[in-house]
């Protein structure tokens, strides 16, 4: 008997598969019959986002396979969609306009920004000035103002999640993706000691494993609002730049320096910036997070209501996002693909390669070639001990 029911579970456990890939299918037709899918614009560990399109509508969906998430990222998730759709009437915040679901896989169709990221767009205009940055920090303050008012903690502002609208000098931005944000109340903090968010914006109390809440993300706004003026990142560790950046212990030098929590670029030193300016990012990136100000007070700082600021041409801001871009978000978007190519390539017998992935990994290996070069990508990939790569 014993024998018997081993040779079984094969079979039963093939047949289990088929009807995993027969949902998985079914959603996807179901999805394709109201929208056309288009070209891949970005992946993460768990998920693609592609453009779409519906009744002559641009639209982006992000694909997620909930069978690569465990319990607590399964829990986000359904955190993540319920805060959207709670926040998506918000004119600066991207819309969340339809959720389809099933057991397997969950398509978010939301509003596109075709404007791209706000960085990139900065770094297109004829001329940036201190007005232009104040009046981004009204639209992201205003926009984050909203969130803290609602009970809402987005735990990961940075350059990637701050979208514009359209190519236009006066665009809206858009924040995006609220896949680490959590239910928190002004007065509430999280104390569990867990580095939530992207190591260069994580808060001085984050990384010291300290209890944080909403002031967090006002550090956050303040390590962008930096970057806005000076094109440098505030708190900056070489050596952190060129490493891998896939495991904690690689991010523990740039937390050394958050912790100190003096900017390692002077501001004050900066002649092109008016002293309303440095006041109000300086005040932003206080390490008392008591005595640092909220959403709704930053509003009120004589950096956006008064008419003290300089119309000068912030000469190193555009060169510095430029370098930015390449040096971290060019390096990061590598190794997301180099990941998702090998596990593509590493799969076991059994599984097909769709031809549609095939094309795909094809055309993405080729501009990154193209962009990098086969050494800067192997700068970003990890082996395994037998030098097979790591997925």
Known sequence: MIRSNVKSRPSQVKRRWKKKEAAVENIRTAFLKRYTLGQRLGAGGQAEVYKCSKDNTDYAVKI????????????????EVEIHALVSDHLQIITLVEHIASPKVEYLVMEIANGG???GHIVKRDKYTEGCARRYAEQLFSVVAHLHSKGIMHRDIKPKNILCESM???????????????????????????VRGTPEFVSHEIVQGLPYGHPSDVWSLGVVMFMLLTGRLPFDDPESEQNNKTKKKDFEPLFEVIAAGTPTFDLEADTCLSDAAKDFVLSLLCPDRHKRPTCAQALQHRFLTGLEHSDQELITVRPGLSNYMKKFLGAKRRLTHVRRLTGILNRGAGNTLKVRELEQVTSETTTLLEEAGADEILQVTQFNEDMTLWR
Request: charged share 35%; glycine share 6%; net charge negative.
């Open 117 to 119: 990221e706000l960085y």
């Open 168 to 194: 236009s000098e006066d665009t809206q931005l858009k924040l995006c993706d609220f896949g680490l944000a959590a239910r928190l109340g002004p007065d509430d903090s999280v104390d569990d000691g867990v």
């Open 64 to 79: 997620i396979d909930k069978r690569k998430l465990q319990d607590n990222d399964l829990h986000q998730m359904k955190l």
